[in-house]
């Protein structure tokens, strides 16, 4: 995936690198931990302006956000709540959404911020923000104070590593790795959760009857 990445930046500039961060929030498999420290070490060659290239990437963090963030509110919390009485629908139960409704209330900001900096997290987290509607505000200001301290950080060790900048993905892979896989069994948790809630409560709606 270097190579490729390598021949856009070179082609497009710190515009590409926005566009490619903008890219990895609808496409987690494009990592942040790649484009920026590569982009750092370009900046550091003279091949990049750095000047551009942190705001062209925070610009990028929260374009992406806002997409996703305009997807969780066109589906909105009254919709996923009636969802969530579906029988198919297996990602969370209505108590679930509305237990999350009342944390997002309560610690809403903080996850909105410390989730930038935290791989996949970072991504999803736009999500809920729009579905229990969050001020659009609060949130662009959040995001890009997040981004904006991920990204800064990410190029300037690019810049310091120099042509071993690589070596970035050998200290974050591992952390990547753990959170997808925390993240796939909390799926696998919650379609348990929902499938015997389900069976449970059909004997009761039989026996109203």
């Known amino acids: 995936m270097t190579d490729w990445v390598f021949a856009f930046i ?6 590409g690198v926005g566009l490619l961060i903008l890219l990895e929030n609808l496409i987690p498999p494009i990592p942040s931990e790649v484009v920026l420290p590569l982009a750092g070490f370009r900046a550091r060659t003279g091949d990049l302006n750095v000047w551009l290239l942190w ?4 610009a990028g963090s929260v374009a992406g956000a806002l997409m996703l963030y305009a997807l969780g509110a066109w589906l909105g919390y009254d919709r996923l709540v009636r969802l969530a009485a579906r029988p198919w629908f297996v990602f969370a139960s209505r108590g679930d959404i509305i237990r999350g409704h ?21 991504s999803i987290v736009s999500i809920p923000a729009g579905v229990l509607g969050m001020p659009l505000p609060t949130f662009v200001v959040l995001t890009t104070i997040g981004s904006g301290i991920w990204n800064a950080a990410f190029i300037w060790i690019g810049w310091l590593l120099g ?14 790795k753990v959170v997808s896989v925390l993240v796939v069994i909390g799926l696998v948790v919650l379609i348990v959760r929902k499938r015997r809630s389900g069976r ?10």
């Open 10 to 15: 070179d082609r497009l500039g710190a515009p």
């Open 55 to 58: 705001p062209a990437a925070t």
């Open 102 to 122: 009342d944390l997002f209330d309560r610690h809403g900001r903080k996850v909105v911020l410390l989730a930038r900096c935290v791989p996949f997290l970072r």
């Open 163 to 176: 042509e071993n900048w690589a070596v970035v993905q050998d200290w974050t892979g591992p952390v990547s």
């Open 200 to 209: 449970v409560a059909v004997p009761a709606t039989v026996d109203n009857y």
